[in-house]
């Protein structure tokens, strides 16, 4: 495809030039809408503006969009966006800009203690190159805005290769932001790409929702378990992503319960674990209809670690994952996960098979990949299972062996601060020295740490100390076991400052 088929000139003139720093881009009137191949070397003199196009759209088509799109959204990122693009200058520079900021990653430059609440910072001229392309299509977007010939379907697209751009930065506050707003239109398009682009951003909603970030829920869009079969992996897994969702409104009802007198939880106790068996039976026709998909896809298929593909093991680990989550969600005691170490050593067993299909045959991972992927159940695995030796093995994964950012999710950074829950449970008077050696610690074989020590929730927030300089706070809640007079079940709050590294967590 050349430069040309976008339906403009590659090289816009200095009338064109756009502002080079995405955080000063106004994307806030979005909402007012009514294969491998070797990439092209540089040439000399006037024509390598041009050529920093052509190079980044090439690595897009032969690099970038097979590895974002994975193995079931293809249709998107591969037919959709590059459809579009022949004919839509803002498709084509949010692509080139994507693709220059995916060939080097900002926030793979930055100390993953920085991306938990900053962005990343950005320092080379292709960053630079790929901002002034983010800035230029948008510009071109707020054109047609303005003069009312906005597509809402090219609008949508360019949302969604936004949040890339953003995420890619480490940026997740403006790619919340992003969402927000595409997610107001998604009911206004009938165009040709619904179907592709409505389950894109019913997704990305769950994940913004795992995020504390309450997604739209008027879309008008209804994803059950269908009564009979699945006819694609891509409805499987639209439809287990519902159920995660369904899973988090429960876990934030349950929260909720426990701050409740005695007497007041006896009367929604009933209510809950209803919904509870409701998920429970859900879950389990989804599991069914899964196996027997795969049975009839791939004739002999087994529920059986080391015989799946990879977009299988991806799937079956969120399954165990959302089993143990399930099972556990009316406990009061955080033991309740010790009865399933079983299942937390299977998701990390698929996690093995999931990890490896993603693997480049170089044997590095893609820098980012749009979806969640594995970072949930690992997530889940590295948290609550208390084996020393799983959950150790789960944060190995995250750090050094899964792609670095998946979605809304970046892997280095919540792998750090797992590993300093970790510390606290285990080992809390080692937090308190400076400074702290997280590889080594790993490194150590650990202990079950006792039923009191053991963090229910956690939040992060981050401020500024007296010179100046922005440090992060961990926010943790442990189980008081002596109820009040009323019943209600009692926490312990605390917060500590994250330690002071000795070694990064992992060599970026």
């Known amino acids: 495809m050349r430069c040309t088929s976008t339906g403009r000139r590659c090289s816009y003139g200095a009338s064109q030039s756009a502002r080079t720093e995405s955080s000063n881009i106004s994307t806030s009137n979005l909402g007012h809408l009514s294969t491998h191949s070797e990439i092209s070397s540089p040439p000399w003199g006037e024509q390598q503006a041009g050529w920093r196009e052509r190079r980044a759209f090439?690595?897009?088509?032969?690099?970038?969009?097979?590895?974002?799109?994975?193995?079931?959204?293809l249709a998107f990122w591969r037919d959709c966006v590059l459809q579009t693009c022949r004919m839509e200058p803002a498709v084509w520079d949010a692509i080139i800009s994507l693709s220059a900021l995916y060939e080097r990653p900002p926030l793979h430059e930055t100390p993953p203690f920085r991306l938990i609440n900053i962005p990343a910072a950005v320092h080379s001229q292709t960053h630079r190159d790929a901002l002034v392309w983010y800035s230029r299509s948008l510009a071109v977007l707020q054109q047609r805005i303005n003069q009312g010939t906005a597509n809402l379907g090219v609008s949508l697209i360019s949302c969604i290769l936004f949040i890339a751009i953003e995420l890619l930065q480490g940026n997740?506050?403006?790619?919340?932001?992003?969402?927000?707003?595409?997610?107001?239109?998604?009911?206004?398009?009938?165009?040709?790409?619904?179907?592709?682009?409505?389950?894109?951003?019913?997704?990305?909603?769950?994940?913004v929702f795992i995020n504390d970030e309450s997604p739209d829920r008027d879309w008008g869009i209804t994803m059950t378990v269908p009564s009979s079969r699945f006819t694609s992996m891509d409805e499987a897994r639209d439809v287990i992503c519902d159920i995660v969702a369904e899973m988090k409104n429960l876990n934030n009802a349950t929260k909720l319960h426990w701050k409740l007198a005695a007497a007041s939880r006896k009367t929604q106790a009933i209510a809950l674990k209803a919904r509870r068996d409701q998920l429970r039976e859900e879950l389990g026709h989804w599991h069914r209809l899964f196996m027997s998909f795969k049975a009839s896809d791939t004739p002999g298929t087994q529920d059986a670690l080391g015989s799946v593909d990879g977009a299988s093991a991806l799937l079956l680990m969120t399954y165990k994952s959302l089993f143990i989550e399930i099972e556990t969600v009316l406990c009061t005691d955080q033991a309740a996960y010790d009865e399933y170490e079983l299942e937390f050593g299977q998701i990390l067993e698929y996690a093995s098979t999931a990890i490896a299909a993603t693997r480049s045959p170089d044997g590095t991972q893609p820098p980012f990949m749009f979806e969640m992927g594995v970072f949930l159940p690992l997530f889940i695995t590295a948290l609550k299972c208390r084996s020393p030796q799983l959950r150790r093995q789960a944060l190995q994964l995250m750090m050094e062996e899964a792609p670095p950012a998946q979605g809304l999710f970046m892997s280095g950074p919540a792998a750090h601060v797992i590993a300093v829950i970790v510390i606290l449970e285990e080992n809390l008077s080692v937090v308190r020295e400076e400074p702290l050696d997280i590889c080594q610690f790993l490194k150590e074989p650990g202990c079950n740490p006792p039923f009191w020590n053991r963090v229910w929730d956690f939040g992060v927030s981050s401020n500024q100390n007296g010179d100046g300089q922005v440090q992060n706070w961990l926010h943790y809640k442990i189980r008081d076991f002596d109820d009040d007079d009323e019943g209600r079940i009692r926490f312990l709050q605390r917060s500590i400052l994250f330690p002071r590294l000795n070694a990064p967590l992992y060599d970026s």
């Open 58 to 73: 090439e690595f897009y088509y032969h690099r970038a969009s097979p590895l974002l799109s994975g193995d079931l959204d």
């Open 172 to 207: 997740r506050k403006a790619a919340l932001a992003l969402y927000k707003q595409g997610a107001q239109l998604i009911n206004a398009d009938r165009g040709p790409w619904i179907t592709i682009l409505t389950p894109i951003f019913r997704r990305l909603g769950i994940w």
